[in-house]
């Protein structure tokens, strides 16, 4: 079948333009174009400047069209060819694909067989974006009449490409806001506890959170695990011009280094092996509000460095990108370890702390305010039962509670709802008693030893920590994850129990059971 250049761009026009799905038009292009040019399969290929990537997202045969994500990097010498797009001619014609630097290189990532190959180069705006390609098996397959038809449509194919673009784009734009707001009904829905002890034990850090919340500076909340560092930091949020924008919470100690910077700063597309898309980082979903720093303190000494930047320079940098992204964040950090400690120890940035520590706040660990216990055990009480679908909460046994007085505590509150979860399991619909739970009993000398060694003496405070996880250890039966795991009943991820454990020298695993065989 023969073709005039008006009837072709005529044919071609309404095929590609007829659709903004590009695999439908393209394959409606491949019906139309094969009775005319010697045609096996139509490609569309993308060009990514900003990486460096030729990418080949659509491919249509007789078959039908696909959508595809293969990438082919470019070396620098070759990227320039293709961006130069007044100097190159409108068609680029290969007999043989593989003869041809940039598209032999393309050919070989993906597999394809010996082929000749006519593109059509794509410019919008003065800018190379990519090529409506046509391949034919075999080599010299095309003609210059077949180049003179396939030139005339260049320009239709680059306003329908870039219109699926930034259809494209309106639609990830719309799946991101999406994304935005499950994210941020799940943290709102994990954030609004009520404050219990208020008025009693936490009196003094709730004053510091009054005065320090309509401000923006960086706050450092200090306090043992398990004593509502997260709650305090949402109060302080709650309490604060921000109220209205986001609450991003990041616990440092449970990403593996490895993804820290992507999950902290997000990272562009084609940085590292497996990013398919831009992907926007704790940050940049905390602009506008406040992210809070759980376990400061586990940060590698790359992510403190460009933490510094953040709280300077108020601007952080994607992995894989060149640009800076501003962003308008408030930062509130939080540690259960002694920073001071491990600045001398050099384990943490110096000019990182004093940026962090502008407002210290600290939480007293629960031994410190027990006449919270009371209030705390109710308010337990009362969300486990609606969770476990009960219809009234049971009430507490006679001298229940002054058992629980007599306890110290050493996972503090997380370790007082995990007693209450336990003993409304076991009750039965009778009143809640806490005898055998966590080592609480109704006798006094049953008292757990303190967490602060009061009878001990100075005591450092890594034997401290190594002597209160090995007594959670124990009261787990030496189970580290899983319910009624050391982890669970610590309030840890499981990962970073096993990081600290490392540190501190406590053994687990096979190295216990050798240890606990050679006594």
């Not at 009775?35 to 060009?47: G, H, Q, R, S, T």
């Not at 616990?251 to 990272?267: M, Q, R, T, V, Y």
Request: net charge neutral; aromatic share 6%; with cysteine.
């Amino acid at each position: 079948m023969n073709a005039d250049e008006n009837d072709f761009f005529r044919e071609m026009t309404l095929r590609i333009c007829g659709t903004l799905d590009l695999e439908s038009a393209l394959h409606q292009c491949f019906l139309y174009v094969r009775n005319v040019i010697p045609a096996d399969e139509l490609d569309l290929f993308v060009y990514d400047a900003t990486i460096g990537t030729v990418d080949v997202v659509a491919t249509a045969n007789e078959a039908g069209g696909i959508t595809r994500t293969d990438k082919t990097h470019l070396p620098p010498e070759l990227r320039q060819e293709l961006e130069e797009p007044y100097r190159r001619p409108r068609v680029r014609v290969a007999e043989n694909i593989f003869e041809d630097p940039i598209l032999g290189r393309v050919a070989r990532n993906l597999g394809w067989e010996e082929c000749s190959i006519m593109l059509g180069r794509l410019i919008i705006d003065g800018k190379y974006i990519g090529a409506l390609g046509i391949r034919a098996r075999g080599t010299g397959r095309f003609t210059e009449d077949h180049v003179r038809l396939w030139s005339v449509v260049n320009e239709p194919a680059a306003i329908a490409v870039a219109n699926s673009r930034r259809l494209r784009e309106v639609v990830d734009l719309k799946d991101m806001l999406a994304d935005d707001n499950r994210y941020l009904r799940e943290e709102l829905r994990k954030n609004t506890v009520e404050i219990v002890g208020a008025d009693f034990g936490l009196k003094a850090a709730m004053e510091s959170v009054r005065k320090v919340a309509p401000l923006a500076s960086p706050v450092l909340i200090i306090g043992e695990t398990g004593t509502g560092k997260e709650v305090i930091a949402n109060a302080i949020h709650n309490l604060s011009p921000r109220y209205n924008g986001p609450f991003v919470k990041v616990n440092c100690g449970a990403i593996p280094e490895s993804l820290i910077d992507s999950e902290l700063f997000g990272h562009e597309k084609g940085a590292f092996t497996g990013a398919l898309a831009r992907k926007r980082g704790r940050f940049e979903r905390a602009h506008g509000g406040t992210i809070f720093l759980d376990e400061i303190s586990e940060l590698p000494p790359h992510a403190q460095v460009r933490l510094l930047r953040v709280l300077q320079e108020k601007e952080i940098e994607r992995v894989g990108g060149t640009e800076p992204v501003h962003v308008d964040i408030r930062i509130i950090s939080a540690t259960n370890r002694n920073l001071e400690k491990m600045v001398e120890d050099g384990d943490f940035r110096e000019d990182l702390y004093f940026r962090i520590k502008v407002f210290p706040i600290e939480v007293p660990p629960l031994r410190a305010r027990k006449n919270d216990i009371p209030a705390l055990v109710q308010h337990f009480v009362r969300k486990k039962s609606r969770e476990m679908v009960r219809h009234s909460a049971p009430p507490l046994a006679p001298g229940a509670i002054d058992a629980l007085m007599t306890y110290d505590w050493p996972g503090n509150v997380r370790e007082v709802e995990n007693a209450v979860e336990r003993a409304l399991i076991l009750s039965d619909g009778k009143p809640l008693k806490f005898d055998g739970i966590l080592g609480v009993s109704g006798a006094s000398h049953d008292r757990a030893p303190s967490l602060a060694g009061e009878s001990q003496g100075s005591v450092a405070l890594h034997d401290v920590e190594a002597e209160h996880i090995g007594r959670i250890l124990r009261a787990a039966g030496g189970r580290i994850e899983g319910p009624g795991g050391a982890a669970e009943l610590l309030g840890m991820n499981p990962g970073t129990l096993r990081h600290r454990m490392r540190k501190l020298g406590i053994p687990f695993g096979r190295k216990s059971r050798v240890r606990d065989g050679g006594r």
